[in-house]
């Protein structure tokens, strides 16, 4: 079992819906993640949170709006989605290192596979 | 310009085979991840490399990173049905954002019993 839980296994939404994907992890991690996944692609990365602040932005479309309330938490709030949009979206942790850097590895939970219709 | 470049893309083999994979970059990492994911699942870490020339072992899996920290490799012996999957090689090169891993595209390895 991966220590990076991501709910809904699946999700279907219409162009107009609002839903949320959440990801939560206990292992003391205090860099998170957001990924984008294709089918047989490597993960796309969309955000990272670094002490509950977000850190990167990879130029994400603002209809995808992340949300880290606490170390243990990250949510992906999604509104207006288009069809291209459908993919497995991975949640992941990793430690920082004393010196502020991100060389631990990645935890990835199992995704999220969404399909917009 | 793919800052790690992966390959082969694609892998089919027969039970019992030998396969190695390639991940090369221009860029210096300060470490190097492999990943193996199965359908319907997140990457799963099989091991960091950390140090020029590091050799680690993994029971069939043998991983090596570079001398000069630029480029690794995965080798599989006597492949199984069970290592089929997506293999992932990322890591951090020294001239990135920090916090950005890089990922290779990837190689889809089928084993055939």
């Known amino acids: 079992d991966t220590e990076v839980t991501q709910t809904p296994k699946h999700l279907v939404m219409g162009m107009t819906n609002k839903k949320s994907l959440k990801c939560e992890q206990h292992?003391?991690?205090?860099?998170m993640y957001w990924y984008k996944q294709k089918a047989k692609k490597p993960p796309e990365l969309m955000f990272v949170?670094?002490?509950?602040?977000?850190?990167i932005n990879e130029s994400v479309p603002s209809r995808f709006s992340p949300e880290c309330p606490n170390s243990s938490l990250l949510n992906l709030h999604l509104h207006a989605l288009q069809p291209e949009d459908s993919a497995l979206y991975l949640c992941?942790?990793?430690?920082?290192?004393?010196?502020?850097?991100?060389?631990?590895?990645?935890?990835f939970g199992n995704g999220t596979r969404l399909t917009v219709t | 310009t793919q800052l790690l470049e992966q390959s082969p893309q694609f892998l089919s083999i027969q039970e019992g085979e030998n396969l190695t994979v390639y991940c090369n970059s221009s860029s210096v990492f300060s470490s190097l991840q492999w990943y193996r994911q199965e359908p319907g699942e997140g990457p799963v870490l099989l091991v960091t490399v950390v140090t020029g020339g590091e050799v680690k072992k993994l029971k069939r899996l043998t991983f090596q990173f570079g001398d000069a920290r630029k480029d690794s490799s995965l080798h599989i012996t006597a492949a199984q049905p069970g290592d089929t999957g997506l293999y992932l090689c990322?890591?951090?090169?020294?001239?990135?954002?920090?916090?950005?891993?890089?990922f290779g595209d990837g190689t889809t390895l089928t084993v055939k019993p």
């Open positions: 990322a890591g951090r090169a020294y001239n990135t954002n920090a916090g950005k891993s890089t």
């Open positions: 949170y670094s002490y509950e602040k977000l850190s």
């Open positions: 292992m003391g991690h205090r860099a």
């Open positions: 992941a942790s990793s430690t920082r290192d004393s010196g502020g850097t991100y060389n631990s590895p990645l935890h």
